[in-house]
């Protein structure tokens, strides 16, 4: 099993990222996706969640209508695409995938938003 994130990086406030998520390993259509972020001394957070099927999404109120959560299954990926970016959305991004068949976590990908 394998989730390798992508698409992090240096960028300045108001700006956008596309993050990617790709995986392997298990049935992707089975799993519902979620991204989460942990900013240094923090804890982990959860910023986005979808269903299997890509028809029902989650965002904590935190997020402010800010990020998007979307998924393709044919292509075994799930996005997060944020824009207006914030200093204080600095941190280290995770997928992870859930099911009753277990959960997986990916290494992460660095986001750093400063001017």
């Known amino acids: 099993v394998q989730l390798v994130e992508s698409g992090g990086g240096l960028v300045q406030p108001g700006e956008s990222l596309r993050l990617s998520c790709a995986a392997s390993?298990?049935?992707?259509?089975?799993?519902?996706m979620s991204w989460y972020r942990q900013a240094p001394g923090k804890e982990r957070e959860l910023v986005a969640s979808?269903?299997?099927?890509?028809?029902?999404?989650f965002y904590p109120d935190s997020i402010e209508g800010r990020f998007t959560i979307s998924r393709d299954n044919p292509k075994r990926t799930v996005y997060l695409q944020m824009n207006s970016l914030k200093p204080e959305d600095t941190a280290v991004y995770y997928c992870k995938a859930i099911s009753v068949g277990g959960v997986y976590w990916g290494t992460g990908t660095l986001v750093t938003v400063s001017s």
């Open positions: 979808i269903d299997s099927a890509g028809g029902s999404t």
């Open positions: 390993g298990f049935i992707f259509s089975s799993y519902a």
